[in-house]
């Protein structure tokens, strides 16, 4: 008898749905999906929040426009013609109410060098520039900085991946720790050619 009373409450924890156990959820991306706007929500957004912030988030298009709209309240650099291309590239790929569009095969590759990409994608381009100061010191200017320092590449990427304060005044560097090892190398490289 106690097997049949066994029997049935599996029966009726099947029939109404409910785990046994608990599902596993993988961990968000570490990077924007690739699609018109990455590159600028990349940029502006990212410069304060880790891209998983993002890609575990996900909101309605009225959510996502009250979100950029309180960040720039907030003090977020994004100019009045970025926020249309911001929305819509959150809204399409990160809606709770529609799934984002199938990867395009036989798109085109994103604009720009492999470095330019890099900068893009970390959020680099934020913060610097080539040759103009903007909220921290030009690429020219660390390059000068750092001009015959041996030690320079292994404190320029430390700079990158932890962050910090202080070098270049008092706006901090956030930490851009999701950098990978190749990619960082390849952009201290560049920034120390400039």
Same mark, same amino acid.
């Given at each position: ?11 009726? !924890? ?7 156990? +608990? %599902?596993?959820? #993988? ?6 999906? +690739? ?24 909101? =309605? ?14 003090? %977020?650099?994004?100019?009045? *013609? ?15 109410? =529609? ?7 036989? *798109?085109? $590759?994103?604009?720009? @060098? *492999? ?15 080539? @040759? ?5 010191? =030009?690429?020219?200017? !660390?390059? $000068?900085?750092?001009?015959? @320092?041996?030690? $320079? ?13 202080? #070098? ?5 560097? +956030?930490?851009?720790?999701?950098? =990978? ?14």
């Amino acid at each position: 008898m106690r097997g049949v009373a066994v029997a049935g409450v599996l029966a009726l !924890v099947a029939v109404s749905g409910v785990a046994v156990a +608990p %599902a596993q959820e #993988s961990e968000p991306s570490r990077t924007l999906m +690739p699609g018109k706007g990455v590159e600028i929500t990349t940029a502006r957004c990212v410069i304060c929040h880790d891209a998983q912030h993002i890609t575990r988030t996900k909101l =309605s298009r009225g959510e996502w426009e009250f979100n950029i709209k309180n960040m720039i309240e907030r003090g %977020a650099p994004i100019a009045p *013609a970025e926020i249309p291309p911001i929305l819509e590239y959150l809204a399409t790929y990160y809606n709770r109410d =529609s799934a984002p569009p199938a990867a395009d095969a036989s *798109a085109p $590759a994103e604009p720009g @060098d *492999a470095v330019t990409r890099l900068l893009t994608a970390n959020a680099c381009v934020a913060c610097h520039q080539l @040759d103009k100061r903007m909220v921290g010191p =030009s690429f020219r200017e !660390v390059a $000068a900085k750092y001009a015959g @320092d041996a030690a $320079a590449a292994g404190a320029l990427a430390k700079k990158i991946k932890e962050g910090g304060a202080g #070098s270049w005044g008092t706006v901090p560097m +956030p930490p851009n720790a999701a950098i =990978s090892d190749a990619d960082l190398t390849q952009v201290v490289g560049w920034i120390l050619r400039q």
